[in-house]
């Protein structure tokens, strides 16, 4: 499936065992926010609530991004799963960090780091 509208493309895909693979290109800001918003929502609406998103072709993200990422993390972990992000580039990782976000979601540098990590008995406890 793809949303394009503006600046932000998002794709989203089945990856490994129940979890939903959501890549985005673009920007995430309060034109283009709602459209990730909306793919997000949708997903664990539909009970797919263990999401990864790549954010490896995402050039930056302002307050109502972060909002969306927040909400996103929120929304997967009281439906029982969770949100780990990939690759940000360093634009947005830098926000991430910065915010502290990265102390409430994992961060991965490739999908299969970000399964294998979901998928040990560490991350079940």
Not at 102 to 120: N, R
Request: aromatic letters at 2%; glycine letters at 8%.
């Amino acid at each position: 499936m793809n949303d394009e509208s503006g600046p932000l493309l998002v794709q989203v895909s089945a990856v490994g065992a129940g979890h939903t693979l959501v890549t985005v290109h673009g920007e995430i800001d309060m034109d283009s926010g709602p459209i990730l918003d909306d793919a997000l929502s949708r997903q664990v609406s539909a009970g797919l609530s263990r999401l990864l998103l790549d954010l490896s072709s995402v050039a930056f993200v302002d307050s109502f991004g972060l909002r969306i990422l927040v909400r996103a993390e929120r929304r997967a972990r009281e439906a029982g799963g969770s949100l780990r992000l990939i690759a940000p580039t360093r634009a947005v990782a830098r926000v991430l960090r910065l915010t502290g976000f990265t102390l409430m979601v994992a961060v991965h540098d490739t999908v299969q780091e970000a399964l294998d990590a979901e998928d040990s008995p560490a991350a079940r406890e």
